[in-house]
């Protein structure tokens, strides 16, 4: 069964074909950093026009490199939730015709449970489906991003319950944030990615924000605004101090800020593994494909006896084969949708 799938919910253009919710047959993504880059960040307007210029040629090569004509799709399907409502609906318009055209299911996908998915991709054929064990469910899902961090109890890949979520920055935009008060560029995820393999994490103590001993929840605008007191100093009339800092210094800032980061992150998850009483996490999002990130997790899970899934790098950031894949299931429980469907920000 291929279905076809397109993510447009930010400011990446994509489209995939996947074969019976595992096999990724084609995946293409069509980057804008370049066009937001000078903004240091997604500018809503621009993004959607640049996804109405690409969204055609994308899926056009999607369908191409996986041999699979319209005629041979089995459904469409695409992301209605959440994200930019004027990105959404680019692609929702998209999807709702070709479905219409060729008379076949259209298939609403939630983006967050979408990431959530992401990991059984491409799994072993010969292992159970990542509908029932020994694949991932039930578990603690991570989704953390430029947009989203957030803990869910995952029961199946179409039952996923809230657990905690940030009550202010999402990590993806903290790592943003930081990236800029340093000087470092934009995307900051992967610049502080690379920089801090060159620093000391341990030179600069920047607070974890725990919020209670028993919390779910994050929040990192405080630790946001540590990193922004140990560059520029405290007070308002405090000169910006970026500029002054050796490449050395620059560097330990960077290790020490996602230090702190992907110690809640790691030490939330597995707090929440405990208290589910789950033996499985999961990792997805953007921000899963920090190096840090995945092999932190990997240690302290296994240590704690438990399993560990993490997406390949090419599933992490925001893609379409996650969105084909995780339509198959919805497909199989019969939860197509109407060419009403409206796009949702959240």
């Known amino acids: 069964m291929k279905i076809l799938g397109i993510e447009t919910s930010c400011d990446e253009t994509c489209a995939a074909v996947v074969e019976d919710g595992r096999r990724v047959l084609s995946n293409v993504v069509a980057s804008q950093i370049e066009i937001h880059r ?21 899926v056009a090569e999607a369908l191409q490199a ?24 680019v692609g929702l318009t998209a999807a709702k015709t070709l479905a219409w055209l060729r008379g076949v299911p259209l298939l609403a996908v939630n983006h967050i449970e979408a990431h959530i998915y992401a990991a059984c991709l491409e799994r072993d054929p010969g292992a159970a489906s990542c509908g029932g064990a020994p694949g ?45 008060l340093l000087d470092l560029g934009y995307p900051g995820g992967p610049v502080i990615d690379r920089m801090a393999e060159r620093g000391n994490p ?7 924000p725990w ?8 929040s990192f605008s405080g630790l946001k605004t540590a990193v922004l007191y140990h560059v520029r100093g405290k007070g308002a009339g405090a000169k910006r101090r970026s500029t002054h800092l050796s490449p050395e210094e620059t560097a330990d800032v960077a290790a020490g800020f996602q230090e702190a980061v992907v110690e809640v992150l790691v030490g939330k998850t597995l707090r929440a593994a405990e208290a589910l009483g789950v033996d499985r996490v999961l990792v997805g999002g953007g921000v899963a494909a920090n190096r840090r990130l995945r092999g932190r997790l990997q240690a302290d899970a296994h240590a704690a006896g438990l399993e560990v899934f993490i997406p390949p790098m090419a599933y992490c950031t925001d ?3 996650m969105v084909a894949g995780l339509a198959y299931h919805l497909l199989q429980a019969g939860r197509t949708a109407d060419l009403d469907l409206e796009a949702r920000a959240v």
């Open 319 to 321: 893609n379409a084969a």
């Open 136 to 180: 991932p469910f039930p578990c603690v899902s991570l989704i953390v991003s430029g947009g989203h961090t957030s803990l869910y109890h995952s029961t199946g890949p179409l039952e996923h319950r809230l657990v905690g979520a940030t009550t202010d920055d999402a990590a993806g935009e903290a790592f943003d944030k930081v990236a800029a």
């Open 202 to 208: 341990r030179a600069v103590d920047f607070p974890r």
């Open 66 to 89: 996986a041999a699979a004509p319209t005629a041979e799709l089995h459904a469409v399907a695409v992301v209605h939730r959440p994200g930019l409502i004027g990105s959404l609906l």
């Open 211 to 218: 919020l209670g001993p028993e919390s779910l929840d994050f």
């Open 38 to 58: 000078k903004y240091g960040g997604v500018v809503p307007e621009i993004a959607s026009r640049a996804h109405i210029e690409s969204l055609v040629p994308v």
